[in-house]
């Protein structure tokens, strides 16, 4: 099995920033692709950014070059970069881990972007 604990969520202003990071433990060899997800109240889960083994990416439309996904093997915990955020970016954020025998979830971090 593999933990997955996120972190840096919070309260923002609009074109504020934010880096969310989720670090894995357990059976971390079996991940292959990991990324983030989020859900705004009344909306349905949609994906953020994803990045594979290999490190290619790729982000939700609504992104823009806003954020960036990256990952630190040494430290088995991958980051979400969050420049330009709008208030529309309020959401709770989950963090995944793509497994041989299936998907991770974090546990979610609410991120806010309001005056």
């Known amino acids: 099995q593999v933990q997955l604990e996120e972190s840096g969520g919070g309260l923002v202003q609009p074109g504020g920033s934010l880096r969310l990071s989720c670090a894995a433990s357990?059976?971390?060899?079996?991940?292959?692709?990991m990324g983030w997800y989020r859900q705004a109240p009344g909306k349905e889960r949609d994906v953020v950014a994803l990045i594979t083994s290999d490190g290619n990416t790729k982000y939700g439309d609504y992104v823009q070059g806003r954020f960036a996904i990256s990952r630190d093997n040494a430290e088995n915990t991958w980051y979400l970069q969050m420049n330009s955020l709008k208030p529309e970016d309020t959401a709770v954020y989950y963090c995944?881990?793509?497994?041989?025998?299936?998907?991770?979830w974090g546990q979610g971090t609410q991120v806010t972007v309001s005056l």
């Open positions: 357990g059976d971390i060899f079996t991940v292959y692709a």
């Open positions: 995944y881990a793509d497994l041989l025998t299936g998907r991770a």
